[in-house]
């Protein structure tokens, strides 16, 4: 028989890589071999699972047995028990967080079973090396029906009709982007792919890169044919080795298959991306940002209009979409836009890719159809909180995305309801927290990054975010007043009302959102000078509780600083202006003696 | 040889070439939804043959057009009957046959798979499989 | 045209399709106020990054508020620049730009001509809001200008002249976020970066960021010594523009106004480097002639065309950009220096001083003046041939500093024999001026005919490149102009790329010519200001009784009694120079 009975997929994204998912494959293969079972299994290597947390994840096929964090080690049993003997190697399956239940199969995962995956389809599934498989996942029979059977504008309609809009945050309507860029007269267009994905904490534009690079580059033709451009440019940054090299691959590949070039399927349109590397800095995810750093300029944004639809790369028109855009767009023509926009709400079509984490149980990359509440992803695909704690907040849409409480866990997700709930839906960052966390010191977390990511050029992102920070700084340290909260307000609202792009336009949505969620907890910072959560440590003071404290000594033994000070076996006490508060005492007491005041 | 790919319909038929290849993926993504087949295969199935009928099941399978998924499965606990099956009728409560044999093969695909009727040589289930512990 | 209306204000207005509100604000006569916008109108000069963020205004209907400097106005649009929502904005913005300012306007150079100054002024600032952190930069110290970056609000108008006016590219925005700033590549110092010292990023800073060194004190204790004799001249632009520091319009002449005022700080000869640009045109003039004929009589080894060699950015601009072309320009100094070298040899010799008891302090509407005269080889067993130049600004400090009011001051003369000069050598002072003065003097020895007319308006105006044919008896002489390094950069890379067909070119550095150099008041970004002196200029040569530099009888006698002729040894070794190779050596660090 020609045909293998049995393949295993090896997640070779980034994260399960540096967990040795390499050296996984490298000795499946070797064990295979050695029991002459090469021919009948094959070890395959593919892009994300979007279960990273669990990572290495091992999948086997046609049983759809799905094993955690795999060792290099366990691969003796794998092949001994599962590929000789068909039985499921117990300790790798994972274990339902709520009853600590083995899973066997990845349709009975809490994590996925209310994903639907359209942009991260091909990811876990195919070998992102081999255009084939891609291929036989309808690959580049979008690309090949609508440059040899529709129009451009057909295929445009097509694009609006489904209700895509822009993944990378702003939410613009994608086919209408299109059309615009379609109407603008120029001989030299270009299709540019956002890349640089710099929200902290999300990597769904990596995965699918990493995972299914020829769906990009499929895409990109697509806009290309639709817009009147002969030439793409995908702007990644270099911290991403792994999605450049599968891009490279995958780019090789597809001009050996003449599905890039001169010519394509002998329609008569040509079309070639070219790779452009950023360094990493976030505000050139910003298109007029992006651009200019393309270009050879410094990374900084420029007033629109003109926008880059008219104006852009080079001064010609430029069409920019985000990975995960693009992700969407050979689906959408293979299945049609009545499909499409069946799934998500009235003004939100389709899915979201969210990288979930933060304190909840599942961390991971997931997909959802819109519309999906905070309340499914949080407690039904993320598991609930960790350690049994309480939700505190939710906050979606990035570094400058807003902080949602209970009351939003309800609410649909989708753009226009995130953003009237005081949040956004950014690039799809989504961090939970629980009662343990600070919302000043979150905000003050959140700002120090806006911070950092301003290209300093307009005043209230470079000095008025400083100063948030500043007075954010003073309130954590319990030096804040109230009108310092009032100035919070007036700052935050002027910032957002004059800074120059999206980064300074949203920058001050933590603390937004947080003072108008959490006015208590910030009022305690003030005027009582308390932190409730326990997080600012200039407003902790450990105390011993002399009646439960034995004198064993060893809070005096651990403390760093020599606060301690006591007699053995009588109460101890901690000197308040020695005291750092690194918690190390109130850690070690197995008396339950210190409290935290 | 140069690979381009010439026109859509070019393209279609590397599409059928690979899907083959990829079958089993495709089948192990929805796997609730076709019949599933499980070959219990642990030393005592194997020493009924149970290997060869499991590779028989695979090609009477293919030669009728079934879409299914085979895989092998440890022992069942029914030693005295190997080779021993599961199959698992989308909809349907899984059923265990004992003593299969290629014609015993054959006939289950035939009459239970295809046409829906069980036949004999079915085995009570007594025993639940990790997935069940779960619900 | 096409036309739109909207309402400002609750004024209704129609204008022209494509203005910003800003502009569309000025018809109607709202001022909206700037910070770092400029534009310098009819010069092809804008900078308009909306970075500030001081002139937004509230746009019916628009989520945030609109940047007034880059927002078009469009049809239909309602907006207030006045409301409470765009006066919190503004004034916060404003107080955010402050708070990160070192509270130093008593102290600072730039006092009552600072524009963010102007600005808390008028938005009726008392208190700062917001404190915090503020950033510290090291000063940058360099022969020209200093850096005092604390004071950068990151309008980015040195940047833009730097690199889209001048193409110089030193002066870029390095660091993020608080962090930004604008420096040199590395935040290197001036003085290791390819600058021009064109001080163009110091005519448009708003505020005390950028300024010139300031030599008054060196002048004021030459002056107070009495071992020394000081002789001071003046460059032609600095009489169209000295007037505006003391309240006159711009375009007033003050001429003689400002020769009484140097006598009455106490230099002991009051000179002009009019003349020593009379002697530049004999001496370049005659190079021209000189290529010009072997040209013509079919020398391969001439370089044509020949380029003018008087603006001290220029001259380091192609010394640093254009090394391999540079025995392309004229030998000849530029008239600040061939003033110095003759009064330290034939003035000093006259006046039986010795060199090193004669101070040469130069008048200038430039900044790169400073560095030129700091050239160590325009000096002579290392004292200079200029001891210090100092520019129209120090000027009038120095004269508000010595109680003198100008207003009331007599006009008197220049001191003979270095004081004398012909219309031609005022012209220098503007775009155009120099070659004009060459034509005026080379058409007249090379024809050996008298000039039917002597105004060339062919070569005059603000277009950044222009060119002109002037026919020599005959013979026509093609003539390319270029003010702005951008716009010299253009004529340069034709040159090198062999598509150059012009005889002879002139350059200069700053947009205007000297009239708007680096070193003259403040213009704020008002090009009418620029017109209005080079007007003046014109019209002091127009009132010239001799206008073509042969004819000045002082610059005849110095021939006759010290240099013999034009390009002879003696003028050669003390009117001529060379220049180096900068494409990579940097000045040593001290």
Request: net charge negative; aromatic share 6%; charged share 25%.
């Amino acid at each position: 028989m020609a045909d293998s009975k049995m393949h295993i997929l090896v997640c070779g994204g980034t994260g399960c890589r540096a967990s040795q998912s390499e050296q996984i494959v490298g000795d499946l293969k070797a064990e295979l071999e050695n029991r002459n079972l090469e021919n009948d299994v094959r070890v395959i290597t593919t892009g994300c699972f979007g279960f990273c947390e669990k990572g290495p994840v091992v999948k086997v096929v046609p049983d759809n047995t799905f094993y955690t964090e795999v060792r290099p080690s366990d691969v003796v049993d794998i092949v001994n028990e599962h590929v000789v003997k068909g039985r499921p190697v117990k300790r790798l399956l994972y274990k339902n967080p709520k009853n600590d239940y083995s899973v066997t199969t990845t349709s009975n995962i809490d994590f996925y079973k209310k994903q639907i995956r359209i942009a991260l389809r091909n990811c876990g599934f195919v070998d992102p090396e081999n255009i084939d498989e891609y291929i036989a996942r309808d690959g580049y029979e979008a690309l090949g029906k609508c440059i040899s059977e529709f129009s451009p504008e057909e295929v445009i309609a097509t694009v609006k009709d489904s209700g895509l809009r822009g993944r990378g945050g702003g939410g613009f309507p994608t086919g209408l982007k299109w059309e615009i860029t379609r109407n603008v007269e120029n001989e030299q267009k270009y299709v540019v792919c956002n890349a640089d994905e710099g929200d902290p904490g999300a990597f769904m534009d990596r995965s699918i890169l990493e995972g299914d690079p020829h769906s990009v580059i499929e895409a990109m033709a697509i806009c290309g044919y639709c817009i009147g451009a002969d030439t793409g440019l995908v702007y990644i940054r270099a911290e991403y080795p792994l999605a450049i090299n599968r891009l490279k691959t995958a780019l090789a590949q597809s001009r050996e298959y003449g599905l890039l070039g001169d010519d394509i399927l002998g329609s008569g349109f040509n079309f070639d991306i070219e790779i452009r590397y950023g360094a990493g800095a976030f505000v050139c995810g910003e298109e007029t940002a992006l651009i200019h750093s393309m270009e050879g300029h410094r990374g900084e944004p420029t007033f629109k209009p003109p926008f880059p639809s008219v104006s852009g790369y080079m001064g010609k028109p430029t069409n920019v979409n985000n990975v995960e855009t693009f992700a969407n767009i050979p689906v959408i023509i293979n299945k049609g836009a009545k499909w499409f926009s069946k799934i998500g709400t009235e003004k939100s079509k389709g899915t979201k890719v969210f990288a979930l984490a933060g304190k909840v149980n599942n961390v991971g990359l997931i997909e959802v159809p819109m519309g999906i509440t905070l309340r499914e992803v949080i407690f039904d695909i993320g598991g609930g909180i960790r350690n049994g704690r309480k939700f505190k907040s939710v906050q979606t849409g990035g570094p400058s995305g807003g902080c949602l409480t209970d009351k939003d866990l309800d609410t649909p997700i989708d753009y226009d309801n995130l953003i009237a709930a005081g949040s956004m839906m950014g690039s799809g960052g989504m961090i939970v927290m629980d009662e343990d966390d600070c919302m000043v010191s979150i905000s003050k977390f959140y700002l120090e990054f806006t911070l950092e990511e301003s290209c300093g050029k307009c005043t209230p992102c470079r000095i008025g975010n400083k100063r948030l920070h500043e007075i954010l700084n003073k309130i954590t340290k319990g030096e804040g007043t109230e009108e310092d909260l009032e100035r919070l307000n007036v700052l935050s609202n002027v910032i957002k009302d004059t800074s120059l792009c999206g980064l300074g336009q949203t920058s001050p949505n933590p603390v937004l959102s947080t003072i108008k969620n959490f006015y208590d907890e910030y009022k305690a910072h003030v005027t009582e000078g308390t932190c409730p959560a326990g997080q600012c440590k200039d407003l902790l003071k450990y105390e011993i509780i002399p009646d439960l404290c034995t004198g064993c000594t060893v809070c005096f033994r651990n403390c760093p600083v020599s606060a301690i000070s006591g007699e053995r076996k009588s109460p101890h006490y901690i000197d308040q202006s020695l005291c750092i508060k690194c918690g190390v005492c109130y850690d070690k007491c197995k008396f339950k003696a210190i409290r935290i005041a | 040889m140069s690979k381009k790919v010439k026109s859509l319909a070019d393209l279609k038929k590397i599409k059928s070439d690979v899907q083959q290849k990829m079958k089993l993926r495709e089948q192990g993504d929805h796997a609730e939804q076709i019949v599933q087949i499980k070959v219990a295969m642990a030393t005592c199935g194997i020493a009924s043959g149970a290997k060869e009928v499991m590779e028989f099941i695979i090609e009477e399978l293919d030669f009728k057009g079934v879409d299914a998924v085979v895989t092998q499965t440890g022992c069942m606990g029914y030693c005295y009957a190997e080779p021993t099956i599961e199959v698992i009728v989308p909809g349907q409560d899984p059923v265990i046959y004992g003593f299969v044999s290629r014609d015993k093969a054959r006939e289950i695909i035939e009459k239970h798979v295809i046409q829906g009727e069980m036949i004999d040589g079915i085995i009570p289930v007594t025993h639940k499989t990790i997935d069940d512990e779960e619900n | 045209m096409d036309t739109i209306k909207l309402t400002i204000d609750n004024k209704e207005i129609e204008v022209e399709k494509g203005i910003t509100i800003l502009e569309a604000a000025q018809k109607v006569g709202v001022h909206i106020p700037t910070l770092c916008h400029m534009k310098l109108h009819d010069m092809g000069i804008e900078n308009k990054p909306g970075g500030c963020r001081v002139c937004v205004v509230e746009v019916e209907g628009r989520r945030n508020l609109a940047p007034s400097c880059v927002t078009e106005a469009s049809d239909g649009m309602t907006i207030n620049t006045h409301s409470m929502r765009v006066i919190n904005a503004r004034r916060t913005v404003t107080e955010l730009i402050i708070s990160d300012h070192p509270f130093e306007c008593l102290t600072c150079a730039k006092s009552g001509e600072c524009e963010l100054q102007d600005l808390a002024h008028d938005m009726g600032i008392r208190e700062i809001h917001y404190e915090g952190e503020k950033s510290t930069y090291r000063e940058d110290t360099s022969p020209a200008i200093i850096r005092d970056m604390d004071k950068c609000i990151m309008c980015r108008r040195c940047e833009m002249m730097c690199n889209e006016v001048q193409t110089v590219g030193v002066l870029s925005a390095i660091n993020r976020g608080f962090n930004a700033v604008v420096a040199p590549a590395f935040e290197e110092n001036l003085d290791h970066s390819v600058c021009t010292y064109c001080g163009q990023c110091v005519a448009v800073c708003p505020t005390g960021a950028l300024t010139e060194v300031d030599h008054t004190p060196a002048v004021i204790r030459a002056l107070s010594d009495p071992s020394k004799t000081v002789v001071v001249q003046t460059a032609p632009a600095v009489r169209a523009a000295l007037g505006e520091e003391f309240g006159y319009e711009p375009g007033t002449l003050v001429t003689g106004k400002m020769a009484a005022a140097l006598r009455r700080l106490g230099f002991d000869f009051i000179f002009d480097t009019d003349f020593a640009a009379d002697l530049t045109i004999m001496e370049e003039g005659t190079e021209l002639l000189d290529r010009l004929t072997r040209h013509l009589n079919g020398d391969k080894d001439v370089k044509l065309p020949i380029l003018t060699s008087c603006c001290p950015a220029w001259v380091k601009f192609f010394e640093h950009q254009f090394p391999g072309m540079k025995d392309i320009p004229s030998s000849a100094k530029s008239p600040q220096q061939m003033f110095g070298s003759i009064a330290k040899s034939y003035f000093a010799e006259k006046q039986k001083v010795d060199r090193k008891d004669l101070v040469v302090v130069s008048i200038m509407p430039c900044v790169a003046k400073k560095y030129e005269c700091s050239r160590d080889e325009f000096s002579v067993d290392g004292n200079p041939d200029v001891d210090y130049a100092i520019t129209t600004r120090e000027l009038a400090a120095l004269i508000k500093l010595s109680n003198i009011e100008f207003k009331s001051l007599p006009e008197e003369d220049f001191d003979h024999p270095l004081g004398e000069s012909t219309g031609a050598a005022v012209i220098f002072g503007t775009t155009g001026g120099v070659i004009e003065a060459a034509v005026r003097t080379a058409y007249e020895l090379q024809t050996k005919k008298p000039l039917p007319k002597l105004d060339f308006d062919e070569l005059r105006g603000m277009e950044g490149v222009r060119e002109a044919t002037i026919d020599f008896d005959g013979l026509p002489i093609r003539i390319g102009i270029a003010h702005g390094l951008g716009n010299a950069r253009k004529l340069l890379e034709d040159i090198r790329d062999g598509k150059s067909h012009f005889h002879a070119i002139e350059i200069m550095s700053c947009p205007g010519g000297c009239i708007g150099g680096g070193g003259q008041p403040y213009h704020h970004s008002d090009s009418s200001v620029l017109k209005k002196r080079q007007m003046a200029i014109y019209k002091e040569d127009g009132a010239k009784k001799i206008r073509k530099s042969h004819e000045n009888p002082y610059i005849a006698k110095l021939y006759e009694e010290f240099l013999g002729e034009p390009m002879s040894e003696k003028a050669h070794h003390l009117l001529h120079t060379s220049y180096f190779d900068r494409s990579t050596v940097f000045e040593q660090e001290d």
